[in-house]
């Protein structure tokens, strides 16, 4: 495969390089320049309470979308909510309950979205967990492959006919630069034989890119396009579960992006108009960037949807 030419010239092509690693506060930036309008459009944010989320949501709400802010804990996400509302003046921003790490959850949002709302034109896949000691989901899942993959698999399964009846329609997964060191342990998906919290994250982050790609090339000619981003290093509570991740990303923060300047790639691709017809690629700072090798892998982008699938109990030809 090509590893040049680069830039973003390429945009469009999935098998082209990008120019970019992504970055951190002072490195490269990237703005979201577009002044797109969304006003009759319906997106639904995944773990919009805080962090890169909630700056995402509040992008969207200004720019006049109905947003859906799907959040395991209502009652966050219930402050975040009313706080967007007042500050942009948009009142459809409406908190629904969604906990990633139960499929029961995922599948009441699902049928209590599909009851209420006729479209859906934006998922943004964003919500995450990091550097999590063991621990398996409700449905036994290793806890980073169960949100972060397998969470956000489940809820696009569920979606996506209103995504296609609702297009042109846009699919956005929040992955991270991490992707280049995780694996799919196909042998040991649920860390039982041996675990490591760092490359836990890393392995469910590289899925979002593998799941990306194979959903793209699969929404082929549906006009519902599915990409996939690094926001950069960003000073969130992402590192909650480490104390010294915590201590690291205090001491370092004014080299991190804002959460606001973290929501900028996120808002590209759910808005940007170049992005129209690109599908299947990954950004950082509002541009193409690199994909690792494991994440260009089109035969481990098969056997994890497989996989996937079977673990779900669905069936996702
Ligand atoms: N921060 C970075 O430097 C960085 C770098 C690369 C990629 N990312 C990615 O960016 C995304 C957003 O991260 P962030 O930095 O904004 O972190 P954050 O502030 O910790 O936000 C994560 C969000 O995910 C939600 N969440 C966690 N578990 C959930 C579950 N079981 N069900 C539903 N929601 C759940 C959290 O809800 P609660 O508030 O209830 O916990 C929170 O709203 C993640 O996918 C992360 O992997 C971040």
Redesign the pocket.
């Known amino acids: 495969m090509s590893v040049s030419p680069r830039g973003p010239e390429h945009i469009g092509d999935p098998d082209r390089w990008g120019d970019t690693w992504g970055s951190g506060r002072y490195v490269a930036g990237g703005r979201c320049k577009s002044t797109a309008r969304l006003e009759g459009k319906v997106v639904i944010i ?9 700056e995402t949501a509040r992008d969207l709400a200004r720019r006049g979308a109905r947003v859906i802010v ?4 209502t009652a ?1 996400a219930e402050a975040a909510a009313s706080e967007i509302r007042a500050e942009t003046g948009n009142q459809q921003v409406i908190v629904k309950k ?5 499929t029961k959850s995922i599948r009441e949002f699902a049928e209590q979205f599909l009851a209420e709302e006729k479209e859906l034109h934006i998922l943004i896949n ?5 550097l999590c000691p063991y621990s398996k ?1 409700a449905d036994g899942f290793e806890t980073h492959l169960g ?2 993959h397998l ?1 956000h698999f489940l809820l696009t399964f569920l979606l996506l006919e209103r995504l296609k009846q609702s297009a042109p329609a846009r699919i956005v997964n ?5 992707h280049h060191v995780g694996r799919i342990r196909f042998h040991d998906l649920h860390g039982e034989k041996s675990y490591n919290r760092g490359l836990a ?1 890393c392995h469910s ?1 590289l899925a979002n890119v593998l799941f990306t790609r194979e959903l793209a090339r699969r929404l082929q000619g549906t006009k519902v396009t599915a990409n996939v981003l ?11 579960h480490s104390l010294l991740m915590m201590w690291l990303w205090k001491l370092f923060s004014f080299f ?2 804002t ?1 606001w300047e ?1 929501a900028q790639t996120s808002i590209y691709c759910a808005v940007a108009e170049e992005l129209n017809s690109v599908t299947g690629q990954y950004f950082s700072d509002c541009r193409p960037a690199y994909v690792s090798p494991r994440g260009r892998d089109d035969e481990a982008a098969k056997k994890l949807w497989s996989v996937s699938c079977e673990l779900l109990g669905i069936q996702w030809d």
């Open positions: 995944t773990g919009a309470n805080t962090g890169i989320g909630k799907a959040c395991r804990d966050k969604l906990d990633l790490a139960d964003n919500a995450g967990v990091m989901t949100v972060n969470g929040v992955s991270s630069l991490a994250y982050k690094h926001p950069g290093s960003v000073h969130s509570d992402l590192v909650r991190l992006k959460p973290g």
